[in-house]
């Protein structure tokens, strides 16, 4: 079945270290997107793009750091420069505007 | 520039009774909306979408919405709550040539009480 895969579901790290998050979609879409989700606070565009080898920053990239080297993939790292990295964090894709997006089922980042 | 108005972060219910969220947008251009439902820990599931044509479309799991451009509103309906209905629910809107980005309400959290 055609989706989008987030891993881990659940990930846990110290404080200052690096982690990345793996989206990996089978749908054949061209575009991809990270949402950063906080309690209250409605869904947070971090990185987007539209089309392999090419991203552009969202609402709240700093802190944050993407790549887009194949079709499928979107990985996000989150950087130790992001000040409050705990969170639920969706990655989605998209194949045009008249269908929406499609979302993959988060992962949960816990800092220590 | 286009957005979305979700009243009320906080919907309670009883079972049984009508639900309403409401929701109102705003784009330059004729919209194409959505409704996601979120149950926690979870990824936004597809509910349902007006792009063109008839104007009430039908979901699933027996939600409903209709677009009213005189009132630049979505509102997401089901006629009887149902406990299993409670999760956070989103509203959403696109265009064509708009960068295939949507732009989201803050969500409306719908309890259901017994």
């Known amino acids: 079945d055609g989706g989008i895969t987030q891993s881990p579901k659940y990930l846990f790290r110290k404080e200052g270290q690096n982690v990345t998050l793996s989206c990996e979609q089978n749908l054949n879409h061209d575009a991809m997107y990270w949402y950063r989700q906080d309690p209250g606070q409605g869904l947070r565009l971090i990185y987007y793009s539209q089309i392999v080898n090419d991203f552009q920053k969202g609402d709240i990239a700093e802190g944050y750091s993407v790549s887009r080297e194949k079709k499928e993939s979107f990985p996000l790292t989150v950087t130790s420069a992001q000040k409050n990295p705990t969170a639920f964090y969706l990655c989605?894709?998209?194949?045009?505007?008249?269908?929406?997006?499609?979302f993959g089922s988060g992962t949960r980042l816990t800092v220590v | 520039a286009q957005s979305v108005t979700q009243l009320g972060s906080h919907v309670s219910v009883s079972e049984g009774a009508l639900v309403l969220l409401r929701c109102n947008y705003s784009s330059s251009v004729p919209p194409y909306l959505f409704w996601y439902v979120q149950y926690p820990n979870q990824g936004l599931q597809l509910l349902l979408k007006y792009t063109t044509g008839a104007t009430l479309v039908k979901g699933i799991n027996g939600f409903e919405a209709e677009f009213k451009k005189s009132e630049t509103s979505f509102h997401l309906t089901k006629p009887s709550a149902h406990m299993s209905d409670a999760a956070e629910y989103f509203c959403a809107v696109s265009h064509t040539g708009g960068g295939n980005k949507l732009t989201f309400g803050t969500g409306t959290q719908l309890k259901v009480e017994l």
């Open positions: 989605a894709s998209s194949f045009q505007e008249v269908y929406g997006y499609t």
